[in-house]
Antibody
C-alpha cells in the first residue's frame, strides 16, 4: 500500500519560496511505475496540476507555473519535493502530493497525500 | 489547453440516481477518470479509464463516455456520497496535459 505524506511550512510571506516535501512509503521512489506529482487546490476552488518528476529525473510542469516551479526526487530518502518561487496570495492553497499512473494510454492519480495548507500572507 | 466543464451542483434524495456530466471536445476519444472529495479530505479515485472501479469502490459507482460528454453515475445515493466530484483526462496534445473538470457538488437531501 503506497502512502504519501506532505510536510513543510504552512505560512509564507509574499515573495518567499514555498518548499514542500512528500515522503513516500510502501514503494520505492526509484520505481518507474509512478510519476511523482504535485497538485494544488485553492480554498473553495478546484484542482490544479502543478507538475511531476519521474524516476530518471525528467520533469513536466504546468505552463502557468513553469517559470517558478521545480520538482525534484531524492531516492535515497524516498522523497520528492516541490519548490515554488516568488509566491503571492494567489498561491495560497492545499498542496497535495500524488502518484500518477499510466493506464491504457492515459494517466490517473491513484494515491494522494492528505494535503497541506500553505497560506501566503504578509 | 483542454477544458472540462461540469455542472456546479446536483441535489437529490437518498435512493435516487445521480448523474454527473463532464463535457469536453471529443471527450469520447479520451480516457476519463473520476474523483470523490469529501470536505477536508484528499480526493479519492472512484472510476478510471471511463468505466473501471478501483478495488474497494462500490458497484453503485459507474461511468460512461461518448461523444462530447462523460458521465459518472451513482446509483442508490446514500448520505455518505455527499461530496465534490471531479473528472480528469490526460491529453497529450494539451498543455498542461493533465486536466481536471470544474467539479460538481453532490448534495443528498
Amino acid at each position: 500500500q503506497v502512502q504519501l505524506q506532505e510536510s513543510g511550512p504552512g505560512l509564507l510571506k509574499p515573495s518567499e519560496t514555498l518548499s514542500l516535501t512528500c515522503t513516500v512509503s510502501g514503494v520505492s521512489a526509484s520505481s518507474g511505475r509512478y510519476y511523482w506529482t504535485w497538485i494544488r487546490q485553492p480554498p473553495g476552488k478546484g484542482l490544479e496540476w502543478i507538475g511531476y518528476v519521474y524516476y530518471g529525473g525528467s520533469t513536466n510542469y504546468n505552463p502557468s507555473l513553469k517559470s517558478r516551479v521545480t520538482i525534484s526526487l531524492d531516492t535515497s530518502k524516498n522523497q520528492f519535493s516541490l519548490k515554488l518561487n516568488s509566491v503571492t496570495a494567489a498561491d495560497t492553497a492545499v498542496y497535495y502530493c500524488a502518484t500518477a499512473r499510466m493506464w491504457s494510454n492515459s494517466y490517473y492519480f491513484d494515491y494522494w497525500g492528505q494535503g497541506i495548507l500553505v497560506t501566503v500572507s504578509s | 489547453s483542454y477544458i472540462l466543464t461540469q455542472p456546479p451542483s446536483v441535489s437529490l434524495a437518498p435512493g435516487q440516481t445521480a448523474r454527473i456530466a463532464c463535457g469536453g471536445n471529443k471527450i469520447g476519444t479520451k480516457s476519463v477518470h473520476w474523483y470523490q472529495q469529501k470536505p477536508g479530505q484528499a480526493p479519492v479515485l472512484v472510476v478510471y479509464d471511463d468505466t473501471d472501479r478501483p478495488s474497494g469502490i462500490p458497484e453503485r459507482f459507474s461511468g460512461s463516455n461518448s461523444g462530447n460528454t462523460a458521465t459518472l453515475t451513482i446509483s442508490r445515493v446514500e448520505a455518505g456520497d455527499e461530496a465534490d466530484y471531479y473528472c480528469q483526462v490526460w491529453d497529450r496534445s494539451s498543455d498542461p496535459p493533465y486536466v481536471f473538470g470544474t467539479g460538481t457538488k453532490v448534495t443528498v437531501l
